[in-house]
Each structure stands twice: as C-alpha cells, then as structure tokens.
T-cell receptor
Framework: GNSVTQMEGPVTLSEEAFLTINCTYT??????LFWYVQYPGEGLQLLLK?????DKGSNKGFEATYRKETTSFHLEKGSVQVSDSAVYFC???????????FGPGTRLSVLP | EAQVTQNPRYLITVTGKKLTVTCSQN?????MSWYRQDPGLGLRQIYY???????DKGDVPEGYKVSRKEKRNFPLILESPSPNQTSLYFC??????????????FGSGTQLSVL
C-alpha cells in the first residue's frame, strides 16, 4: 500500500538557518503530495502541495518539489523564524479514491 | 468563517463508558474523515465518509463507529472505550475529493483519556 517516510525529529535550528525536512513516498499511480503543518494546540493546516511530477509547491517561504524519479518531496526554507516552530507532516493521496496517507511528522524547534 | 468544529476539546472517561465526539463542518463538504494522532505514529485514519450515508473503514477502525446522517455532521462513537484508545483525535473534511484543488480542513482536535 501507499506510505510516506519522513526524517526523524526533532529538528532544532537557530533563527535564520536553512531548513530541510526529507520526505519520500511509496505509491501506485501518480499521487498528489502535500505538506501540512501543526502549530501547538491546533489542528493541521495545509502548507503547500504539488499534484504532478516536477511541480513546485510554495507558501510562506517554504518550498517543495515533486521528484518522481527519486519519489521525494523534501520541504525547504531558506531562513527559518521562531514562529515556524511546529510539527510538519508529509502526506499523499493517489486521486483514485485511496485516502490521505500521512507520515509520522517532524517536530521543528527554532531558537532565537 | 469556514471551519470544522469538534467537541469536546478534552475528555476524560473510564473504561467501558460509551462516548461520542461530535464533528461539524460548515463548508458543504462531501468528504469527512476521522484520524487519531499518537506519538511516533503520525495520523492514522479511523473512518471516512464520501457522502451522506456512505462510510468506510480506514486503517484503524476497531473499537470505533461513525454515522453520516447529514452532510455537515460526522460523529465518532466509542461504544466501550479502552485505555489503548487514549489519543488525540482529529476530524477533517474536504471538497473536490481526488481533484486538483483537494485540501483537507482539520478541526482543533479532541484529547481523549480513557482510564
């Protein structure tokens, strides 16, 4: 079945550091890929998405590129802020009635 | 304001005492779903519903029931809760299921503790 693997956390960075959170997937067909973010005490919210190979999703300074050849969707940000501290989930759906599959989440802490 | 509303936010109960967690969305979404979040395991789907009166099992349905009598509501029922159902629960809804504009909207979560 479909699955998503994320790098182990927690990740601790200083403000203005570069962020990469790795995500790889296993899926049949052509899945859509997502990053969701969960701030403390809240539900998840969509950060960005990509629906086909080589698409780049971007939002709030975060970017991720859909790489079909490496089955990856790594999240990057050039300069993190304290307010980016949250748990980040990589997810996919295959658009054929299968449901969303989430990775385990990666906790990011950004120190001032 | 478009939102998914879950109640209660926190719930402590004892083994075997039936409970219901409510979920309501005001966006006229056809698709609704329940997840549980456990440390190290991420989100796992319990049940989902593609439309009124249409429900199906997710990855971890044992010990749970759902119903979808109206489009806006999708309650999660634990007939006989057990301690291994202690978890953080999220309800979510989506429009354009499987489509290019698909996006899940999440509620704020329900922290359940079963003693």
């Amino acid at each position: 079945g479909n699955s998503v693997t994320q790098m182990e956390g927690p990740v601790t960075l200083s403000e203005e550091a570069f962020l990469t959170i790795n995500c790889t997937y296993t899926a049949t067909g052509y899945p859509s890929l997502f990053w969701y973010v969960q701030y403390p005490g809240e539900g998840l919210q969509l950060l960005l998405k990509a629906t086909k190979a080589d698409d780049k999703g971007s939002n709030k300074g975060f970017e991720a590129t859909y790489r079909k050849e490496t089955t990856s969707f790594h999240l990057e940000k050039g300069s993190v802020q304290v307010s980016d501290s949250a748990v980040y989930f990589c997810a996919l759906t295959d658009n054929y009635g299968q449901n969303f599959v989430f990775g385990p989440g990666t906790r990011l802490s950004v120190l001032p | 304001e478009a939102q998914v509303t879950q109640n209660p936010r926190y719930l402590i109960t004892v083994t075997g005492k039936k409970l219901t967690v409510t979920c309501s969305q005001n966006m006229n979404h056809e698709y609704m779903s329940w997840y549980r979040q456990d440390p190290g395991l991420g989100l796992r789907q319990i049940y989902y519903s593609m439309n009124v009166e249409v429900t199906d099992k997710g990855d971890v349905p044992e010990g749970y029931k759902v119903s979808r009598k109206e489009k806006r509501n999708f309650p999660l029922i634990l007939e006989s809760p057990s301690p291994n159902q202690t978890s953080l629960y999220f309800c979510a809804s989506s429009a354009d299921r499987g489509g290019i504009n698909e996006k899940l909207f999440f509620g704020s979560g329900t922290q359940l503790s079963v003693l």
